[in-house]
């Protein structure tokens, strides 16, 4: 049961985004009572854990679809790697803070360098890369990329991947400096330390309502049989998927027109330590035609309470839950006359996602298992097995009349500031630092114009371009890879 009745900012949702936020708020103004409200009886359970998300740090250090090709040949934009990488900078800068001011523990419990690599194949493919490559390997947050087409070569970096493969032409990058995070882990370490340091944190209290009066937000959440009212002026919704359906509960017009269009995810595992101990590196291919950018294929190293495994995928399907503890129903209530239209407008306007994704759904286990052998030639399906990851939940956002599916974050905040949440799913937890920045700027606007300073001693690079100065990014890069444990 909560210890009060009203709070300064009460947090709805248990994730890596309350955490972060709620970490935040601790060190800017120690005085604010905040309270988390999480309706699951665990912390981190839904997309943060582990075994929901692929743990890779995005920083646009592999993944392609942050850089797609340039129609005319010339060299691919890096603008858009360049500020996703700046992002995950932030939230390795803020880690780093927090160990070293032992709000973390030790980093090999959540952090751990894999090099992150891009491998292609056939000539197309080849040459994009090479021109993606030439884009990169100037800009100081990029420093150290390489890139081969030489079969030899890349068979040092990724043996598993080139054993058994049929002769044809491939090529691939691979930047060190990359890294496997445990969300899970950095969820629950933020947690441990905001109850040690007096938040308030309930698990099994699901909000079930937020009404906004003169006297601030009133918030109606369920325990167990128990019903309770709680009060505060201002609420974060960091409800993951179902962030949507609390900020349309909530009444402001600035989700109007917003819907979620939930895609689940599906991984191919193994632990066998003979393939595990072969292939040290989490590789981005390129995605199937019609595949939103979050289904590109990736074979990654992970490493979760200390034991390391491959895993493969993601395989998309598609069901009706915002959560992977949500339900059936999710989406269908989850439409209102004001987001009819985005609704339809997007399954019109994307009829190649819907034809990838009823291909996947469709797709049997022995199916999903030749996806994974193109990776792998010589992979043997009795050392796999597959299982669920977790639930994400795309934004689709008004435009005009109609709507347009989003791949991004998205804060969803009410003029007044006193309430914000967050829809969307990618780039996700590696940039939940940059997000929540944004979330505070929103809810405490002109206290956040005083807290630069503060938030400078955790983000260091906060305000400042990383990328236009090699100095600064090669420092950060190197106090991060030092305080964290990390190759440089
Ligand atoms: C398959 C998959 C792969 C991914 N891979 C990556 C990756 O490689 N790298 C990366 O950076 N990101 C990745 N992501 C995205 C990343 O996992 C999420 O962006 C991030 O975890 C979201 O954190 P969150 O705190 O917003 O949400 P969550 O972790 O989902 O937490 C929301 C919490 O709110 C709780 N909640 C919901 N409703 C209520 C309510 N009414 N009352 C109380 N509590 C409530 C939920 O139970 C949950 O615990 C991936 C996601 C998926 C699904």
Known sequence: MPKRSDYDLILVGGGIMSATLAVFLRHLNPKLNLLVLERLPELAMESSNAWNNAGTGHAALCELNYMPDDPAGGLPSATKAIAINQQFQESREFWASLVESGVMKSPDTFIHSI???????????????????????????????????????????????????????????????GTDVDYGAVTRQLFDWLIDSGVEVLTSHEVQSLKHSFSGWQLIARAGKQRISLKAPKVFVGAGGWALKLLQNSGIKEVKGYGTFPVSGHFLKTENPTLVQRHQAKVYSQAAVGAPPMSVPH??????DGKPSLLFGPFAGLNFKFLKHGSIFDLPLSIRFANLLPYLSVAAGNISLVVYLVKEILKSKKQKFESLKEFVPLANSGDWELYEAGQRAQVIKPSGAFGSLEFGTEVISSSDGSIAGLLGASPGASVAVRVMLDVIKRI??????????????????????LNANANLAAASLQKTAQVLKLKA
């Open 444 to 465: 405490y606007p002109e206290d956040f114009a005083n807290w630069g300073g503060e938030i400078q001693k955790l983000v260091p690079s906060f305000g400042v371009d």
């Open 299 to 304: 074979l990654d190293t992970r490493v979760i």
């Open 115 to 177: 090099p992150h690599m891009t491998f292609v194949r056939g000539d197309k493919q080849a040459d994009y890369l090479a021109r993606r490559f030439q884009s990169l390997r100037n800009q100081p947050l990029f420093a150290g990329m390489e890139f081969s087409k030489d079969p030899s070569k890349i068979a040092t970096w990724i043996p598993l991947m080139l054993e058994g493969r049929a002769e044809e032409v491939v090529a691939a990058t691979r930047m060190e400096q």
